[in-house]
């Protein structure tokens, strides 16, 4: 694993702009950074990343079934009690997942190492699936990139396959996202250009357009009926909407299932270790108010159940802060422990790896870095390629 400098693709920008990029910079400040990229080797990719996060997956689906054989667990999740019914029906059903994202502390020489699983609402797909594949593509023939190389990038084609196991053609499917919010739009019609190209109907709408009929079932902005939705909005706040009353009653099937509210959220974690203890690929973790004395003595960070974009999360060496975020947003929830793990620095740069799941295999990559050791809203996407 290295990271390379390299030239920039010329006029980039004005590429990104024509494509509905638009945040590739934000706040005057690049987010998609290309003047370098990491490499790294096949056996890299297929041993250390794509094979262990498809077995995390597996375990991670262990995991649902053990915590809703527990009321304890359910309670630690912070899932609202009456809609434990609503998660456990999904679950039974076998509602099926589309997607999720692995965040991996990854030197290229020891095991690579679970940060979280952004289990349910996942972003910066656009940004792997699609841009990052059409620099790789580019770079290849500006002769930047070697022939001989190539990138772990099978997201879009996981994505169609999925959506066609997941509905019968011609089924319309809706996405719904906050309104003007780029990312997030990017994200959903990145998701939405596959389900067209398996053979359904996508309509994007707002979430905040979302209504209810007399009868329960939930409508677009033009009052179609939603029979599937694909729902930007993390089911730990859909769970607290007033709309909650009506999920079971709709008729609407969610992308993701409801049974995914148990993954998408960090009290995960724990129940990962105390199920697979010293597995390679973990941290140990715990609930803060069990976390044994030497968790806390030695370098960990503390994390709330539900937070996004590094908020509220602080490392610690003992009782010493190390680092913290300044975006606190998510102070109030209840917190767990995990060990520290130290991310690579590059360049003065830290970067993390997302490992995409699409079904229940990893099927490609993304990275994004900081100079601060906690992954933020505004760390740079960086483009990655497989030495050849």
């Not at 590059?346 to 490992?355: E, K």
Request: charged content about 25%; glycine content about 6%.
């Amino acid at each position: 694993m290295q990271r390379i400098p390299l030239p920039e693709r010329p006029d980039w920008r004005a590429e990104a702009e024509k494509l509905g990029f638009t945040f590739a910079d934000m706040y005057g400040e690049p987010y998609w950074d290309e003047t370098s990229a990491y490499s790294f080797t096949l056996q890299q990719v297929e041993d250390d990343i794509e094979d262990p996060c498809t077995e995390l997956h597996a375990m991670c689906r262990e995991a649902v079934a053990a915590v809703l054989a527990s009321e304890r667990l359910m309670a630690r999740m912070g899932i609202p009690r009456p809609h434990w019914d609503l998660v456990a029906a999904s679950w039974q059903a076998d509602e099926p997942e589309l997607y999720g994202r692995f965040d991996l502390a990854y030197d290229g020489k020891g095991p690579a190492k679970l940060l979280e699983y952004n289990a349910d609402t996942p972003t910066s797909l656009y940004e792997s699936a699609s841009f990052q594949w059409l620099w790789f593509e580019q770079q290849q023939a500006a002769r930047v990139l070697p022939q001989s190389t190539d990138q772990f990038n099978g997201l879009h084609e996981a994505l169609v396959a999925r959506f066609a196991q997941i509905f019968a053609a011609d089924t319309d499917v809706h996405f719904a996202a906050v309104t003007n919010a780029p990312e997030d739009y990017a994200t959903v019609e990145t998701l939405a250009w596959a389900a067209r190209e398996a053979g359904l109907g996508a309509h994007y709408t707002d979430l905040d357009k979302i209504g209810i009929t007399a009868n329960g079932q939930f409508t677009d902005s033009e009052d179609r009926v939603i029979g599937a939705l694909f729902k930007l909005y993390p089911w730990e706040d859909l769970l607290r909407d007033p709309f909650a009353d009506h999920l079971a009653g709709a008729g609407c099937r969610f992308i993701e299932p409801a049974w995914k509210a148990i993954l998408s959220n960090k009290a995960i974690l724990p129940v990962l270790w105390q199920m697979f203890p010293n597995h390679p690929n973990l941290l140990p973790a715990s609930f803060i108010d069990e976390a044994p004395a030497d968790l806390l003595a030695s370098r960990h960070v503390i994390k709330p159940i539900f937070s996004r974009e590094g908020q509220s999360i602080t490392i610690y060496d003992g009782k010493q802060v190390l680092e913290a975020a300044t975006a606190r947003d998510y102070d109030q929830h209840p917190k767990i422990v995990q060990g520290y793990q130290a991310l690579p620095e590059f360049a003065g740069m830290h970067p993390v790896i997302g490992a995409w799941v699409v079904g229940e295999a990893c099927v490609g990559m993304g990275l994004r870095e900081d100079r601060s050791l906690i992954t933020q809203d505004l760390s740079r996407f960086k483009p990655h390629f497989i030495e050849g």
